[in-house]
């Protein structure tokens, strides 16, 4: 199957910018997916850009695509202490488009 | 507007035992996915719903069957259960599925097999 892969800890202080990265293998995806997970709830969308954009700006949020390296990004400006939770980086691949996960990126902001 | 909705929260069975998972949407999505969120390895597509009346198999399958009950509900089920199906198991639902079409998730089921 396709491959998504992200480091797995990110620690930031309270108002510094977190970068938090993802790599994936599809060239073919049309879509790719920021999602949130808090404790002991479900995945929540966050963000997502499709595969001919470079970057797409929400607010606090910065998602920048390289299609060439297959990498992708999301900064989150002046991260609070309510930004701390796994992010999962996705791409949709295969004819009915199903996504892979990335093995999630866990968010501590440090006050 | 509850979204979608999963049963149990948590569930703890023996090796052997079996048991359905619910999950009900109650957005008119189309299409319907179970995943299973094991750590450090991110969410795996286990089964999945185009539409009303149709399924498919995802990325790990094995031990598992699913019923696409009407519309709203996707069950699964797991007729034997071994340790290794101890996972945190996540229903999700899109419009359809095509790649603009975003995943809203349920809050997950804790599943453990002893």
């Known amino acids: 199957g396709e491959d998504v892969e992200q480091s797995l800890f990110l620690s930031v202080r309270e108002g510094d910018s977190s970068v938090i990265n993802c790599t994936y293998t599809?060239?073919?995806?049309?879509?790719l997916y920021w999602y949130k997970q808090e404790p002991g709830a479900g995945l929540q969308l966050l963000t997502y850009i499709f595969s001919n954009m470079d970057m797409k700006q929400d607010q606090r949020l910065t998602v920048l695509l390289n299609k060439k390296d297959k990498h992708l990004s999301l900064r989150i400006a002046d991260t609070q202490t309510g930004d701390s939770a796994i992010y999962f980086c996705a791409e949709s691949w295969g004819s009915a488009r199903q996504l892979t996960f990335g093995s999630g990126t866990q968010l501590t902001v440090l006050p | 507007n509850a979204g979608v909705t999963q049963t149990p929260k948590f569930q703890v069975l023996k090796t052997g035992q079996s048991m359905t998972l619910q999950c009900a949407q109650d957005m008119n999505h189309n299409s319907m996915y179970w995943y299973r969120q094991d750590p450090g390895m991110g969410l795996r597509l286990i089964y999945y719903s185009a539409s009303e009346g149709t399924t498919d198999k995802g990325e790990v399958p094995n031990g598992y069957n699913v019923s696409r009950l009407n519309k709203r509900e996707f069950s699964l089920r797991l007729e034997s259960a071994a340790p290794s199906q101890t996972s945190v198991y996540f229903c999700a639902s899109s419009a359809h599925t095509g790649s603009n079409s975003p995943l809203h998730f349920g809050n997950g089921t804790r599943l453990t097999v002893t």
């Open positions: 599809d060239s073919s995806s049309t879509y």
